[in-house]
């Protein structure tokens, strides 16, 4: 390899970590699975040895996207569910095992936004709002060509954005942000709360509803129109007309995608320049992740605001 990033993506269930080169070519990709793993760094900073020592070439810098809380203006994180990472340094870990200090943390929706613009259902676009809907739900914002970051790094925090102000209350304190209607746990919750019974999962709830259950019917089309207020409110701010929509939701199918299409057309529809959004389903696979890490350190366009440790 010639130029190519340490690429490292936080996740629910595993660390993955590969090198990406320029032409944004995954190698080497590895897993740390971090599930009660008292020895997560460690293996960590032992499967970065071995990849560092595989490549050859110029080593650029380390990308880094994660599950949130982030601390950007420190580097550090501390993911969910990974208990054992409060406050987790990540950033100065990276530069001091690798001895690089060019090391990029973004939150994991701004990383799949970003690898979706450059390699996905984003390309050619100059402006695009790219959106995750899984186990909660995310964002990224492209503004005139490269990712738009925001002072402290989170822009595009749209699962929190409240569209019900006497709404039921989120978890992070809020009323009725879009993320208590829309994400996939949440929809499955609803319906639990309505009667529902099936495996607790949104697969689960995405077939119910295709077989004709009514209320999985009802709870993911109001899942949809959350998220779609959620976008069209956005919209209304931006004034752009792309919106890609990814995450394990997402690939639902029709079921989900015809209530999102209804509802975006017809909360848009009462004022003109909102009323043409360009919505795309997200098209990067397995890969993206790791590929929009590595954009991190990578994208030749300059983002604004991301944590750059060798600022
Ligand atoms: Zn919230």
Same mark, same amino acid.
């Given at each position: 390899?010639?130029?190519?990033?340490?690429?490292?993506?936080?996740?629910? &269930?595993?660390?993955?970590?590969?090198?990406?080169?320029?032409?944004?070519?995954?190698?080497?990709?590895?897993?740390?699975?971090?599930?009660?793993?008292?020895?997560? !760094?460690?293996?960590?900073?032992?499967?970065?040895?071995?990849? #560092?020592?595989?490549?050859?070439?110029?080593?650029?810098?380390?990308?880094?996207?994660? @599950?949130?809380?982030?601390?950007?203006?420190?580097?550090?994180?501390?993911?969910?569910? =990974?208990?054992?990472?409060?406050?987790?340094?990540?950033?100065?870990?990276?530069?001091?095992?690798?001895?690089? /200090?060019?090391?990029?943390?973004?939150?994991?929706?701004?990383?799949?936004?970003?690898?979706?613009?450059?390699?996905? @259902?984003?390309?050619?676009?100059?402006?695009?709002?790219?959106?995750?809907?899984?186990?909660?739900?995310?964002?990224?914002?492209?503004?005139?060509?490269?990712?738009?970051?925001?002072?402290?790094?989170?822009?595009?925090?749209?699962?929190?954005?409240?569209?019900n102000f006497d709404g039921l209350q989120c978890a992070c304190g809020r009323l009725g942000c879009v993320e208590t209607y829309a994400s996939g746990p949440r929809m499955v919750a609803i319906a639990?709360?309505?009667?529902?019974?099936?495996?607790?999962?949104? =697969?689960?709830?995405?077939?119910?509803?295709? /077989?004709?259950?009514? &209320?999985?019917? /009802?709870v993911i089309d109001e899942g949809a129109r959350a998220l779609a207020i959620g976008i069209v409110n956005s919209i209304g701010s931006l004034d752009i007309r792309t919106v890609v929509v990814g995450?394990?939701?997402?690939?639902?199918?029709?079921?989900? !995608?015809?209530? #999102?299409?209804?509802?975006i057309a017809n909360e848009s529809r009462f004022t003109d320049f909102i009323s043409d959004i360009d919505l795309r389903l997200a098209q990067l696979q397995r890969d993206a992740g790791i590929v929009?890490?590595?954009?991190?350190?990578?994208?030749?366009?300059?983002?604004?605001?991301?944590?750059?440790?060798?600022?």
């Open positions: 390899m010639s130029r190519y990033a340490l690429a490292v993506d936080v996740g629910a &269930t595993k660390v993955a970590l590969a090198l990406v080169d320029r032409q944004f070519s995954v190698d080497f990709k590895q897993e740390v699975f971090v599930k009660e793993n008292p020895h997560l !760094w460690d293996e960590i900073a032992e499967v970065t040895e071995q990849l #560092l020592d595989s490549a050859g070439g110029s080593f650029i810098g380390v990308g880094i996207g994660s @599950a949130g809380p982030l601390h950007l203006d420190s580097g550090a994180i501390s993911p969910v569910n =990974i208990p054992v990472w409060r406050k987790f340094p990540i950033v100065s870990k990276f530069a001091e095992i690798t001895e690089n /200090q060019n090391v990029v943390l973004h939150g994991d929706a701004m990383a799949l936004a970003h690898a979706e613009f450059r390699l996905g @259902a984003g390309q050619g676009v100059a402006n695009m709002l790219g959106i995750v809907v899984s186990t909660g739900i995310g964002g990224g914002l492209i503004l005139n060509d490269s990712l738009y970051t925001g002072e402290t790094g989170n822009a595009y925090f749209i699962g929190h954005h409240t569209i639990q709360d309505n009667g529902w019974v099936g495996e607790p999962s949104f =697969i689960a709830l995405a077939e119910s509803a295709r /077989q004709g259950n009514a &209320t999985a019917l /009802q995450g394990g939701v997402s690939q639902a199918g029709e079921v989900y !995608w015809n209530p #999102l299409r209804h509802h929009g890490a590595a954009l991190g350190v990578l994208d030749e366009a300059p983002a604004t605001s991301l944590f750059q440790n060798a600022k």
